[in-house]
């Protein structure tokens, strides 16, 4: 069984940052992609950043240039670091690790910008 799990959301003030970090664990092999989606309420969840099983990462042009993704130490660690926060960044959310075509998610954790 793998489990996904998500922590370092809060409430920031607009142009403030937020680093969130996602640990997988169990039963998984690497390497593996991992990925960041959100969902605002009453959205689609939608895509944030990807960083590949050897490290390349893109990211939703909404987010360019102000978030960071990357791996930790521990290969089943990932961090989104998050930047001039704006109000519309306000979401859940979500990470997910992908071992072998097969997509195990976090329960995510929530992001709220307000002044």
């Known amino acids: 069984q793998v489990q996904v799990a998500e922590s370092g959301g809060g409430l920031v003030q607009p142009g403030g940052s937020l680093r969130l970090s996602c640990v997988a664990s169990g039963d998984i092999v690497s390497p593996y992609a991992m990925n960041w989606y959100r969902q605002a309420p009453g959205e689609r969840r939608e895509f944030v950043a990807h960083?590949?099983?050897?490290?390349?990462?893109n990211y939703a042009d909404s987010v360019k240039g102000r978030f960071t993704i990357s791996r930790g130490n521990a290969y089943d660690t990932n961090y989104l670091q998050m930047n001039s926060l704006k109000p519309e960044d306000t979401a859940i959310y979500y990470c997910n690790a992908v071992p072998a075509g097969v997509i195990y998610w976090g329960h995510g954790t929530q992001v709220t910008v307000s002044s």
């Open positions: 960083i590949s099983r050897g490290g390349f990462t």
